[in-house]
């Protein structure tokens, strides 16, 4: 895929899952080298966020795999913006509670992680056309 369909893909899905969250967010591409991770975010300040894409990830990974991780960054997004997620050397914080476990069982990663697939699917299924994607985002049903 050549860079300005990548650039495209990946601000089609952080303005799909912003939309979704109802995020008023700035968030700046970078691409780098992260070495073992394909995508971190960085909170610039409240409201400004970048998504820094490791070089080798963007130029090998397929489609699906760019969705994906694209997403699971702007779940952080989301964290950081409304769940008070905190990853300081003082400790990780989430909605309040510091977190003492694995990292893989953190409970923002675990939110990161189950979002990924279903973001991938809405946007295969609705992403040709943003604004129909958009406009189709999935309701958010809250059980009392």
């Known amino acids: 895929m050549k860079s300005k369909k990548r650039t495209k893909l990946i601000e089609d899905v952080i303005h799909l899952v912003a939309g979704y969250f109802n995020l008023d967010v700035d968030v700046e591409i970078e691409v780098g080298r992260l070495g073992e991770h394909n995508a971190e975010v960085g ?35 989301k964290q950081y913006e409304q769940d008070s997620l905190d990853l300081s050397d003082e400790g990780n914080f989430y909605k309040g509670h510091k977190w003492k476990g694995e990292y ?8 990161a992680r189950g979002y990924e697939q279903a973001f991938l699917q809405h946007y295969l299924h609705y992403g040709k056309n943003q604004k129909k994607a958009i406009a189709a985002k999935p309701k958010k049903i809250l059980d009392n």
Do not use: N, R
Not at 104 to 111: I, K, V
């Open 43 to 77: 909170q610039e300040s409240i409201g400004f966020y970048s998504i820094e894409f490791d070089k080798k990830f963007l130029t090998t990974a397929s489609k699906e795999d760019i969705i994906c991780v694209t997403s699971h960054e702007m779940v952080h997004v």
């Open 104 to 111: 893989w069982f953190s409970p923002w990663e675990c939110e």
